[in-house]
């Protein structure tokens, strides 16, 4: 029976306030309504043509889901981590762990956006390498103290950091990535992904695969996730897999614009071919959806649903029409 989580709509502007006080009263509506995590996406700013809005902070906003809420499981739903000091990283998200009494996931990519890393001073090109090291620095400070590292792009000696993370031996790292047909959409190369799906197969707890992705994209890249993972003399039973899509559930014929207004403020993809990627319908067609999706890999551990704004009912709907029946109630 799989979890199922909201992934926060976290993009500015959106329709409607979002005044601190709404999004607080959402945050603790999630945990009400029954839903088993919550999850924020990480961007430093607009990444057009994708996502031609900007975000909330990511690590503010897990600070924030911690404060508010008693006993869901949160998370980043992907971190961009090679932006990110792995040292200083580590310490914070120790830090939001131990504060939420040990309630956090921490999902982590390795991005994509050039204008992000050119921001950042980051090479876009070695931001598979730096992440490879900055997975080995978090796992060894969140384990150990008086840790030293080498690496090309990350030197340190003796470094420890407190508090260390509840969960032991660390939380639960879940990797993004894989093959996707939006190159084809957005004129962007995804190029080869066996780096990344290697990168999942060693170290990640959860594998969350593109919302994009094909059936058979996600089928090939699971089938060579579990084929590395004996290399690294681990079983891909233990590797969650996770589902993650944007939602917008229709109730009524006019509820079709008001998702396409919701759409176009968030990315160029035509409503069309959203339409056909997104979870957008009505509740039985969604659910239709949600029941083919462990088809292309035997299972699916986990759901994560993203609504295109902080309308409370949509949250409400999909707890009432969607929830109870991908969970078997």
């Known amino acids: 029976m799989p979890k199922v989580g909201i992934r926060l709509p976290s993009f500015i502007p959106n329709e409607g306030s979002n005044s601190p006080g709404e999004v607080f009263r959402y945050l603790r509506s999630i945990e009400e309504l029954g839903y088993d995590s919550i999850f924020t996406i990480d961007h430093l ?11 909330f ?45 040990g309630r956090l996931i921490v999902g982590l990519g390795v991005g994509w956006s050039k204008a992000e890393f050119e921001a950042m001073g980051v090479p876009l090109s070695s931001r598979g390498k730096i992440m490879d090291e900055s997975l080995e620095i978090l796992r060894e400070l969140w384990t150990r103290d008086n840790v030293s590292f080498d ?9 420890s950091i407190e508090p260390k993370p509840i969960q032991k031996p660390y939380p639960p790292i879940w990797i993004g990535g894989g093959n996707q047909p939006f190159g084809k959409i957005y004129g962007m190369n995804v190029g080869d992904v066996t ?7 060693r170290y990640a707890d959860g594998w969350s695969h593109h919302l994009s992705s094909t059936a058979e994209m996600i089928s090939q890249d699971w089938n060579v996730i579990s084929r590395l993972a004996q290399r690294f003399g681990r079983n891909s039973e233990e590797i969650e897999i996770i589902y993650s899509n944007f939602i917008f559930v229709v109730r009524k014929r006019t509820d079709y614009e008001k998702c396409e207004r919701a759409l176009a403020r968030i990315t160029t993809l035509p409503f069309e071919e959203a339409k056909k990627t997104y979870l957008i319908g ?5 659910i239709g959806r949600l029941r083919r999706v462990p088809l292309a890999t035997g299972r699916v551990d986990h759901i994560v649903l993203n609504p295109l704004s902080w309308d409370l009912e949509q949250i409400r709907t999909i707890s009432e029409k969607i929830m109870g029946e991908m969970q078997g109630e």
């Not at 700013?45 to 975000?55: E, G, K, L, R, S």
């Open 57 to 101: 902070d990511c690590l503010s906003m897990l600070s924030a889901v911690a404060s508010v809420t008693k006993k869901v499981r949160f998370g980043p739903l992907v971190l961009v981590l090679p932006l990110y000091h792995p040292a200083w990283l580590a310490k914070s998200l120790a830090t939001i762990d131990y504060l939420s009494n």
């Open 195 to 201: 780096p990344a799906l290697g990168r999942i197969a």
């Open 151 to 159: 690496g090309e792009f990350f030197k340190f000696h003796d470094v």
């Open 282 to 286: 009505t509740d039985e067609e969604i």
């Open 45 to 55: 700013q607009t990444a057009a043509p994708t996502y031609p809005v900007n975000w």
